[in-house]
């Protein structure tokens, strides 16, 4: 089956940095979507994109639609600790299945 | 947004038994369900996409008559773990769709077979 390589598998770093990941596909797809996982919890939407080259910000989050509509990225902005968790990016494949790519844990050191 | 409850959090069950999983759509009524698997530290697999009032499509690989889906309402649908086994734990994660392209999840059920 279609196969998300989202990147960096996991990020370390300093409260205050700014947090850059993204997905690629070898297929074109109408919809991303970056949701966030917190540990013994289910995945929350975070930001959701329809349109290429489209990108949309949800306060200190930024998402952008990549123009080729087989990539895009998840930009956090002067990280702070509640933003430790799993991001993952998804896309939507046939009947409103998602399909995950293998997710960035966040790591930020205080 | 909408809510997506599932029950229980977490189980623990002998081998051999089976154990019945809940996702319950709380104030609106999912046209579909989704049933995902998620070993530690790897990222969510779709196992079976679940349609009221129809069977479940399974996806490749995932044996059915190992995990019964039930949807019996637009609000509920269920995944009994039929004689359960070790390899068989891991934290199962539903998902339901009111017809637009928004996903809500559930909260997440930690399956520990001992």
């Known amino acids: 089956g279609q196969q998300l390589n989202q990147s960096p598998q996991s990020m370390f770093i300093q409260e205050g940095e700014d947090v850059s990941m993204n997905c690629t596909s070898s297929s074109i797809f109408n919809t991303w979507l970056w949701y966030k996982q917190e540990p013994g919890e289910g995945p929350v939407l975070l930001i959701a994109l329809y349109k290429a080259g489209e990108l949309t910000s949800n306060g200190r989050l930024t998402a952008q639609f990549g123009i080729t509509r087989k990539d895009s990225f998840l930009n956090i902005s002067a990280s702070i600790p509640s933003d430790v968790g799993i991001y993952f990016c998804?896309?939507?494949?046939?009947?409103?299945?998602?399909?995950f790519g293998q997710g960035t844990r966040l790591t930020i050191n205080p | 947004g909408a809510v997506v409850s599932q029950h229980p959090s977490w189980v623990i069950c002998k081998s051999g038994t089976s154990v019945k999983i809940e996702c319950r759509s709380l104030d609106f009524q999912a046209t579909t369900m989704f049933w995902y698997r998620q070993f530690p530290k790897q990222s969510l697999m779709l196992m079976a996409t679940s349609n009221e009032g129809s069977k479940a499509t399974y996806e490749q690989g995932v044996e059915k008559d190992k995990f019964l889906i039930n949807h019996a309402s637009l609000t509920l649908s269920t995944l009994t773990v039929t004689s359960a086994h070790p390899e068989d734990s891991s934290f199962y994660i539903c998902?339901?769709?009111?017809?637009?392209?928004?996903?809500?999840f559930g909260q997440g059920t930690r399956l520990t077979v001992v």
């Open positions: 998804a896309v939507i494949q046939g009947a409103q299945k998602l399909v």
């Open positions: 998902s339901a769709v009111t017809g637009n392209t928004e996903a809500f």
